[in-house]
């Protein structure tokens, strides 16, 4: 049994690594007062090009490739919302299409629509000596491929930059007050842009993870909504990194049940664990909403239209 | 979406706009190594290269658009960002599957209305978690209504392997429905089904009731400012919403009605390949106005129908016509700014000279 569970923290652990990671992005981008929906879209992209990487220079250069890809993708977000000015909601669903598209197509025409499943070099585990050893975690959390480690050391560090740091009062002041912020001589929009491309190349790297460490190679929408989730996970770690990292990992744990269907022996149709973590999400977002409050700023333009 | 002057806010805007997508998409074929010019010769052909390919093709494709298009312009109207009508239209498929596949002793007529109406309240029913959830608790729609899209394409992919399932057991799709529950053809020998009637008279009776009832006053009211709506206390803001919300749920189900009792007779996975999605480029080429969602799902069903064409003549995948709408849609957003700022300058300067 002990085996069992330790089976399902390590995949709770690897499948909530992706959402941490676009998850922590995203609350960086939020605090400055700028909602990306098109981060689903940065996943995909980083995917798609972190396995492309992965092919030509090895899997470390492959998540560097992720990383690119997925700032792309924001760039165009903030060249449409924050450059033009645009609705935040529709551009990020743009964003996430074209992604979803572009990425398909160019798949489909690099290595044909129905051919055997790419095999890619994976980012395989790396094991911490001491914290691996612990009892039933050691492995789930201290056996796994860089990327995770990655999104433990980023909580607490976008936690002190955030709270502890002028550039990080800079960064919450244009998402709580940015008329105040512009007055106190921060420059609104260039903080804004800079906390996107942040959110949108981690979001890349959410997708490299997914490509190279958990399933070993790319496939058409493999992103299936994780960039949305990620935006509840934000919600329920009520937009602090800390708790965005503990979110993140609940809805790891989510989404690895579907995997031990078989081995827990319930006889339960197995869409219905495919389905849960966006279940939680509603349910996430309708327990916690109220309780937590959003930067007041969140997805308003500035300058605000006149 | 605000309307400008007649000629350039409703036509040569969205078809800049289009023109523009295009013209982006053809850079990104060239650079992926593909013949721009063979693709979208392949593209017309297979789009209105014959009559077949218009009225069997084309048309037939426009149909889910224009019904999920009317989805997404009313809820956008009303202030709704409803991007859930892939999911809206999923449950109106099942629930017209399992209405058509039962219910037999129903005279045909009778049963085929039953069969629609029971799309809309599906889609309707998928509508109403993200629309309390909004009215009653304040929780946004937009992830709401995304993440219940994967939630109906799970609970179709199990209805087609359980208790829908053909009854041989072999494929995971539904059984076919009986002939007297589908949708007619129009013109014999032609794939186009009454659904296109319908999705057009719908599209007429939606723009007489946003543009010229009380109703529709009310929505464009709540949508343009719940607040002013409000204050001025006459205009009950949150059963206006739901109620919009709902609205929007049922066009996007009976998209998925129509699909199954008009074109596939069946439910099976991957019914929508996101024609949900298309649904907001279909909407805002159209300027959110329920007559040009006719036209503009008519040119998303010519691309979407022109796809197949060109994946089979110049090996272009069809996915890539997905990466067209977002630019559709990014393209009219960026004209539309662009209109409002130069519109502004004018005036601004205007004002200056007087």
Redesign the interface.
């Known amino acids: 049994m002990s085996e069992i569970i330790a089976a399902f923290l390590e995949a709770s652990v690897r499948l909530g690594a992706p959402l941490a990671l676009a998850a922590l992005g995203e609350s960086i981008t939020e605090r400055s007062g700028v909602i990306n929906i098109g981060l689903e879209g940065s996943i995909i992209a980083g995917a798609l090009a972190s396995a492309l990487g992965a092919l030509a220079w090895g899997a470390g250069w492959g998540v560097g490739a992720g990383a690119v890809a997925g700032l792309v993708a924001a760039a165009v977000f903030a060249l449409f919302a924050l450059g033009l000015r645009c609705d935040q909601i529709i551009t990020g669903t743009a964003v996430t299409m074209g992604g979803l598209g572009f990425t398909a197509a160019a798949y489909e025409s690099r290595f044909g629509a129905t051919g055997t499943a790419l095999s890619l070099p994976t980012l395989g585990p790396v094991t911490i000596p001491l914290l691996s050893d612990l009892p039933l975690v050691g492995r789930a959390f201290f056996a796994q491929a860089p990327t995770v480690y990655l999104a433990y050391l980023l909580a607490p560090a976008l936690w002190l930059y955030l709270n502890r740091t002028g550039w990080g009062l800079e960064l919450r002041a244009t998402g709580e007050e940015p008329a105040a912020a512009e007055a106190a001589g921060v420059r609104v929009v260039r903080t804004r842009v800079l906390a996107t491309l942040f959110g949108g190349a981690l979001a890349g790297v959410a997708g490299a993870h997914l490509a190279l460490a958990h399933a070993g190679t790319f496939g058409e929408g493999m992103s299936a909504g994780r960039g949305f989730i990620a935006i509840a996970v934000v919600v329920l770690g009520r937009w602090n990194p800390l708790g965005v990292l503990a979110a993140a990992l609940l809805f790891g744990a989510a989404t690895a049940l579907q995997f031990f269907l078989q081995t827990l022996g319930l006889d339960l149709p197995y869409q219905l664990f495919l389905a849960l973590p966006y279940l939680l999400t509603l349910l996430a977002l309708a327990g916690w909403v109220g309780r937590a409050r959003a930067p007041a700023a969140l997805g308003k333009p500035w300058p605000e239209p006149t | 979406m605000r309307s400008g002057a007649f000629p350039f806010a409703a036509i040569v805007a969205p078809a800049a706009a289009f023109a523009l997508s295009l013209l982006v998409a053809g850079v990104?074929l060239w650079l992926?190594?593909?013949d721009p010019l063979r693709a979208g010769a392949a593209l017309l052909g297979g789009a209105i290269g014959s009559t077949d390919a218009i009225l069997s093709v084309t048309l037939v494709r426009s149909v889910p658009f224009i019904l999920t298009g009317l989805a997404v312009a009313l809820a956008f109207r009303a202030g709704v960002?409803n991007?859930g009508a892939e999911g809206q239209l999923y449950a109106g498929a099942l629930a017209a599957t399992w209405v058509g596949l039962g219910f037999s002793w129903l005279p045909g007529p009778l049963h085929l209305a039953l069969v629609l109406a029971a799309a809309a309240v599906g889609g309707a029913l998928w509508a109403l978690?993200p629309a309390l959830?909004r009215v009653r608790?304040?929780?946004?729609e937009?992830?709401?209504t995304?993440?219940?899209?994967?939630?109906a394409i799970?609970?179709a992919?199990?209805a087609v392997?359980?208790p829908l399932q053909e009854s041989r057991r072999v494929f995971p799709q539904s059984e076919a429905l009986a002939l007297d529950v589908r949708l007619p053809a129009l013109w014999a020998g032609t794939r186009l089904h009454w659904g296109f009637v319908l999705a057009a008279v719908l599209a007429v009776a939606l723009w007489w009731v946003l543009g010229r009832t009380l109703i529709g006053f009310k929505v464009r009211a709540v949508g343009s400012s719940p607040e002013a709506a409000r204050v001025s206390g006459r205009i009950a803001v949150q059963p206006v919403t739901l109620g919009a919300f709902l609205a929007s749920g049922a066009f996007a189900g009976l998209a998925g009605g129509v699909e199954v009792a008009g074109v596939t007779y069946a439910l099976y996975e991957g019914l929508s390949p996101?024609h949900g999605?298309t649904a907001?480029?279909v909407a805002?080429l159209a300027g959110l106005n329920p007559l040009a969602v006719i036209p503009a799902g008519i040119l998303f069903g010519g691309l979407e129908g022109g796809a197949g064409a060109m994946q089979r003549f110049a090996s272009?995948?069809a996915?890539?016509?997905?990466?067209?709408?977002?630019?559709v849609?990014?393209c009219v957003?960026?004209i539309?700014?662009?209109v409002?700022r130069f519109g502004?300058a004018a005036r601004d300067g205007g004002d200056e000279g007087a």
Do not use: C, K, M
Not at chain 2, 146 to 151: D, G, T, W
Not at chain 2, 319 to 327: C, I, Q, S
């Open positions: 990104s992926g190594g593909h960002w991007i978690v959830l608790l304040g929780v946004g937009v992830i709401t995304l993440v219940l899209n994967f939630v799970d609970l992919s199990w392997r359980g996101g999605y907001i480029a805002l272009v995948p996915a890539w016509v997905g990466g067209v709408e977002a630019l849609i990014l957003l960026a539309h700014q662009g409002r502004r």
